[in-house]
């Protein structure tokens, strides 16, 4: 079983300025948890499309439920590759990222297109896309279900670190932006999560299908 999450959004710049902006996120406020980020390959195709990988290493902070339960020596940074495409003609922009290790715990696969508005062309639609799974038996469930929630946290933090690099581009940053504080929603569920995982123990796999 797979959690998968949609969300359609849009933001009110160009779409050539949020593709300058995504290059140029990190470092900002809301992005922290992000250590490096690096290119491993760029082309430009005959067709004139900019095709890219990168590795980029963030934090892997467990919650506390998770502390009592996997071991204390479980690598604290996950790394993530990015593929991305950026078409010029059809004015779209794709990324694609999943991470390389920390699999079996969790796997979490992201796609994210980026499209000129047609109905306002000084505007930028944006789709996102993504899939959690889980290996650990007996547990997938739950750990899935913390997954979303983190995931969900973290995509509201990507949208606020490019509307903030947006904003830098176009000369200030709006103060309501920084007095908006994150929380982590998965956070809040860590007490729920505990007693759950606490409780649950092995259960048969035909309950997680």
Known sequence: MVKYFFNETDIKSSWDHVTTAFWQRY???????????????????????????????????????????????LAKSVYILEDSVVDPVSKSFTTYTWNLNHTTLMTVRERCVFQQSEERPHCTDIQREAWISSGIYGFSRPIQEFGLARFKSNQVKSMKGLEYVLANMHGEVPQWLLRDPVKDSSEKKGAAMAATLASAGPQKPSQYV
């Open 27 to 73: 470092p900002n406020p809301f992005s922290t948890h992000v250590l490096t980020e690096d290119v491993v390959f760029r082309e430009v195709t005959a067709d004139h499309q900019l095709r890219t990988r990168r590795l980029l290493t963030k934090t892997n902070r467990l919650p506390r439920w998770a502390e009592c339960i996997f071991p204390t020596n």
